[in-house]
């Protein structure tokens, strides 16, 4: 498991011992919002949210991203990769990255993204999903191009990496709430009263239960609770 803190990035194995990587193994910055395991590659490769640029590579050999290599912000905030690419969120846009260098960039001056503050990512299968704060939720296509579910969600403040999924859903934290989007029918469904606090800061999932992390605690949710709302998903 990977955690990112204020103080690096801390990583737990099976018996609970942990590793940290700091500043002085080569991170741009202490403080770590997000971190992914980069595919296709060194399995203990990985690309590292910072409040300073991304950070690229294993333990002692890591390089970063800022500004000076087209990033569209320094402040990163949620990172994810997904087929042959790096997908980074930052305060001024989403990037595209591709052989350790930024080969797009989306933002609202040059794409469909309305709030340049791409707070979480998230893919389930081939599908990509972009948080957004200000703007909801986002999907870039296969095409490269970002679909806006505004209409259907509204124009949610996506807090920072509370988004997940199961492959039948995509579970979305907000400060006005949970949304659930069901990935058969693309029916978007608000979740507030189930929970003991509106503003939903993270959110996990397992077989059978949802996991909100609020402002008010943590609230657990059936997924048998889910599918009555939604209607079972047939394979």
């Known amino acids: 498991m990977l955690t990112g803190a204020a103080q690096g990035l801390i990583s737990f194995d099976e018996s609970f ?23 296709g590659g060194d399995r203990q490769a990985m690309a ?6 991304l950070s690229l590579g294993e333990t002692n050999r890591f390089y970063g991203l800022t500004t000076v290599q087209g990033l569209p912000d320094n402040c990163v905030s949620s990172v994810l ?3 042959e690419f790096i997908y980074a969120g930052t305060r001024g846009g989403l990037a595209q990255i591709a052989g350790g260098r930024v080969v797009r960039v989306f933002k609202d001056s040059n794409s469909k993204l309305s709030h340049n503050w791409a707070t979480a990512l998230c893919a389930v299968g081939p599908r990509l999903f972009v948080g957004s704060y200000g703007g909801g939720v986002f999907e ?4 490269g191009e970002l679909i806006s ?9 996506v807090n920072q990496n509370a988004m997940a999924s ?10 006005d709430g949970a949304w659930v989007l069901d990935l058969r029918s693309q029916k978007w469904t608000r979740l ?3 929970l003991p606090s509106g503003v939903v800061l993270s959110v996990a999932v397992d077989a059978r239960r949802v996991y909100f992390g609020t402002t008010g605690g943590i609230a657990r949710v059936e997924k048998a609770y889910l599918e009555k709302r939604f209607g079972k998903m047939k394979t």
Do not use: C, P, W
């Open 17 to 39: 011992g942990s590793e940290r990587l700091s500043r002085a193994d080569g991170l741009l910055s202490n403080s770590v919002l997000g971190a992914a395991l980069i595919q």
């Open 48 to 53: 590292l949210a910072t409040s300073r640029g």
């Open 81 to 83: 990769s997904h087929r």
């Open 140 to 143: 870039l296509t296969t095409a």
């Open 149 to 157: 579910f505004a209409s259907e969600s509204g124009r949610q403040m």
């Open 166 to 175: 199961d492959g039948e859903r995509l579970y979305v934290g907000a400060l």
């Open 192 to 194: 507030k009263d189930e």
